[in-house]
């Protein structure tokens, strides 16, 4: 063989053993390919864990009767023990009385005894209702037998055309009925009317009907008025937004500054008084004349125009 004929030789090998290379490394790669992708078919997908945060923990509760008395909702459990368990962003719905007016009280943490239905909240505790109530304070609690729901610490409390302050607070979830305790202050104010200020040692409201009783030391401002009785009502409108009836009970002294009419041709409100005694009429048409007047009796009852303010009779 001649050297070129050799050299020809050699590199017909080179470029075979070359091709073969690929060849098998490419079969390698398809193989290994093939595999990964079975694997990755027939091996399941692990699940992403569980957002702590996400997790949602619901608690039913019945009365004696079989009735839902309260459901708790809760962000998560933060601790447990044998007897209780607590919990971290919590909201509790009770639903009081034979109407079932919903009402809802969340915190930032609660205390569940899991033997008593008994609970324990804490920070940022705020109930509301269906409609503009807002009551805030620190610390509550609730019982069972009877549902009581109380705290000791000074609570705030809104609601439309209403605000005010007590030192402490009870509710009677059964009755839906609200106590408050240790010296009261409410203002009531409406768009264009002087606010309607009461003080008191404690109150009562009662959300199924349209009343608020303020009970010893009462005293309420508005304006030029001034009265002092040991127990008051309030008679609410309709919607709730004013004042139509006020009732005082025992030692009752109101004293009232009236200014002269703006037109002497203003409608009298006692024109319209065929039916009422001969005395009754010259006691409203007094009460109309400029001045000062002072009732001091054991009851009083005041019916107030739509405004809210004006005394009809």
């Not at 608690?59 to 601790?79: C, H, I, K, M, W």
């Not at 569940?112 to 807002?134: C, F, M, P, Q, W």
């Not at 005010?164 to 240790?182: I, M, N, Q, T, W």
Request: proline residues 5%; glycine residues 6%; negative net charge.
């Amino acid at each position: 063989m001649t050297y070129n004929q050799v050299r020809f030789i050699k590199k017909l090998l080179a470029l075979v053993l070359v091709c073969f290379g690929g060849l098998v490394s490419f079969q390698l790669y398809q193989g290994i390919d093939q595999r990964q992708s079975s694997l990755d078919t027939s091996l399941p997908v692990p699940d992403e864990p569980d957002d702590p945060l996400a997790r949602r923990i619901e608690l039913t509760r019945l009365d004696s009767e079989g009735n839902r008395a309260f459901v708790l909702r809760a962000a998560e459990s933060v601790g447990r023990s044998e007897e209780s368990q607590t919990f971290r962003d919590v909201e509790i719905e009770f639903e009081a009385g034979k109407e079932g007016i919903p009402l809802v009280i969340t915190a930032d943490t609660c205390e569940y005894d899991t033997t008593t239905s008994a609970a324990h909240l804490e920070g940022n505790v705020i109930i509301r209702d269906e409609k503009s109530l807002r009551i805030e304070t620190s610390i509550l609690d609730y019982r069972q037998g009877p549902d009581i729901v109380w705290t000791n610490e000074p609570v705030r409390f809104f609601r439309e055309g209403l605000e005010g302050e007590s030192g402490s607070l009870e509710y009677e979830v059964p009755a839906a009925k609200f106590y408050l305790r240790d010296g009261v202050k409410v203002r009531l104010a409406k768009d264009g009317g002087p606010p309607v200020d009461i003080e008191s040692k404690s109150a009562t409201i009662r959300r199924n009907a349209r009343r608020v009783q303020f009970v010893d030391d009462v005293v309420v401002h508005q304006d030029t008025r001034r009265l002092q009785c040991n127990d008051l009502q309030l008679f609410l409108s309709e919607g709730e937004e004013g004042i139509e009836r006020i009732e005082a009970y025992e030692n009752v002294d109101l004293v009232m500054v009236t200014h002269p009419p703006e037109s002497a041709t203003e409608t009298d409100p006692s024109e319209d008084d065929s039916f009422r005694s001969t005395e009754s009429r010259n006691h409203a048409r007094a009460f109309d004349e400029p001045g000062t007047k002072r009732i001091i009796a054991k009851k009083l009852e005041v019916v107030l125009r739509d405004d809210g303010e004006t005394p009809e009779r």
